[in-house]
C-alpha cells in the first residue's frame, strides 16, 4: 500500500488540473498567477528539488531546445509544412503574442509543470518504486491534461498519450543531468515555438503574395 503522502502527491496534481483549475474559471493571467502558486506549494509540501542551476542541465537544455527551434525553422522553409502549420488554428488565449510566449507559456504552464512533476512527483515516485515510479509519474503528467485536452477539443486520448511520451524524455534528461532545468527548457522549445511557428507561418505567406 503507497504512503498516504505518496497517494496525496499523485492525486493533487489531476485534481488541479482536471477539476479545480478549470472551475475557478479564471482569465489567462489568472491561470498563470494560480499555477504558479499551486506549483510552489506543491514543491514544498512534497520536497520538490528542481536544481535549476545546473550547468549541466542547461548545457543539455539549450542542444535539446535548439534542436527543436531548428525543427520548426525547417518546417518553416518548406512550403508543403509551412502551408499547414498556416492552417493550423491560433490557439493564443486573448492576449499579445509578446505576452503569451514570454508569460504564460514560460511561467503558467513550463515552469509550474516542472516544478510539480520533474522536480518533485516523480523523483518521489522513483525514491519509492524505482523504475517504475517514472512511468507512473508520466502517466500523472499526461492525465492531467484531460481536461485542457477537453476544453480545446482536442482528442483526449492522443494527447494523454502524446503528453505521457513527452513527460518520459522530460524524465529522461531530468534524470541524465539531475536537474530540471533542461527539461524545462526544451518544454519552453516546444510549446512556444508550438505557438509562435503557426503566426509566422501566416506572415510569411502573406509576405509571398
Same mark, same amino acid.
Given at each position: 500500500?503507497?504512503?498516504?503522502?505518496?497517494l496525496a502527491a499523485l492525486a493533487i496534481p489531476l485534481i488541479w488540473s482536471?477539476?479545480?483549475?478549470?472551475?475557478?474559471?479564471?482569465d489567462v493571467r489568472g491561470r498563470t498567477a494560480a499555477n504558479t502558486g499551486?506549483?510552489?506549494?506543491?514543491?514544498?509540501a512534497f520536497g520538490g528539488d528542481p536544481n535549476l542551476l545546473s550547468r549541466?542541465?542547461?548545457?543539455?537544455?539549450?542542444?535539446?531546445?535548439?534542436?527543436?527551434?531548428?525543427?520548426?525553422?525547417?518546417?518553416?522553409?518548406?512550403?508543403?509544412? =509551412?502551408?499547414?502549420?498556416?492552417?493550423?488554428? *491560433? $490557439?493564443?488565449?486573448?492576449?499579445? %503574442?509578446?505576452?503569451?510566449?514570454?508569460?504564460?507559456?514560460?511561467?503558467?504552464?513550463?515552469?509550474?509543470?516542472?516544478?510539480?512533476?520533474?522536480?518533485?512527483?516523480?523523483?518521489?515516485?522513483?525514491?519509492?518504486?524505482?523504475?517504475?515510479?517514472?512511468?507512473?509519474?508520466?502517466?500523472?503528467?499526461?492525465?492531467? /491534461?484531460?481536461?485542457?485536452?477537453?476544453?480545446?477539443? *482536442?482528442?483526449?486520448?492522443?494527447?494523454?498519450?502524446? %503528453?505521457?511520451?513527452?513527460?518520459?524524455?522530460? *524524465?529522461?534528461?531530468?534524470? /541524465?543531468?539531475?536537474?530540471?532545468?533542461?527539461?524545462?527548457?526544451?518544454?519552453?522549445?516546444?510549446?512556444?515555438?508550438?505557438?509562435?511557428?503557426?503566426?509566422?507561418? =501566416? $506572415?510569411?505567406?502573406?509576405?509571398?503574395?
Amino acid at each position: 500500500m503507497p504512503h498516504p503522502k505518496t497517494l496525496a502527491a499523485l492525486a493533487i496534481p489531476l485534481i488541479w488540473s482536471n477539476h479545480l483549475l478549470p472551475a475557478l474559471n479564471l482569465d489567462v493571467r489568472g491561470r498563470t498567477a494560480a499555477n504558479t502558486g499551486y506549483a510552489l506549494a506543491y514543491a514544498v509540501a512534497f520536497g520538490g528539488d528542481p536544481n535549476l542551476l545546473s550547468r549541466r542541465g542547461l548545457r543539455a537544455g539549450a542542444v535539446a531546445a535548439a534542436t527543436v527551434l531548428s525543427g520548426y525553422a525547417a518546417a518553416l522553409a518548406i512550403p508543403a509544412t =509551412r502551408r499547414h502549420l498556416a492552417g493550423l488554428a *491560433d $490557439r493564443g488565449p486573448g492576449v499579445s %503574442t509578446l505576452e503569451w510566449t514570454a508569460l504564460h507559456i514560460p511561467g503558467g504552464t513550463v515552469l509550474t509543470e516542472e516544478l510539480v512533476y520533474r522536480s518533485t512527483l516523480t523523483p518521489l515516485l522513483e525514491r519509492t518504486a524505482g523504475e517504475l515510479g517514472t512511468g507512473v509519474g508520466a502517466l500523472v503528467f499526461g492525465l492531467s /491534461h484531460i481536461q485542457p485536452a477537453r476544453a480545446a477539443a *482536442d482528442p483526449i486520448t492522443g494527447t494523454v498519450a502524446l %503528453t505521457t511520451g513527452a513527460g518520459l524524455l522530460f *524524465d529522461l534528461l531530468r534524470r /541524465h543531468t539531475g536537474s530540471a532545468t533542461a527539461p524545462a527548457l526544451l518544454h519552453l522549445a516546444l510549446n512556444a515555438g508550438g505557438a509562435l511557428a503557426p503566426r509566422l507561418a =501566416r $506572415r510569411l505567406l502573406r509576405e509571398a503574395h
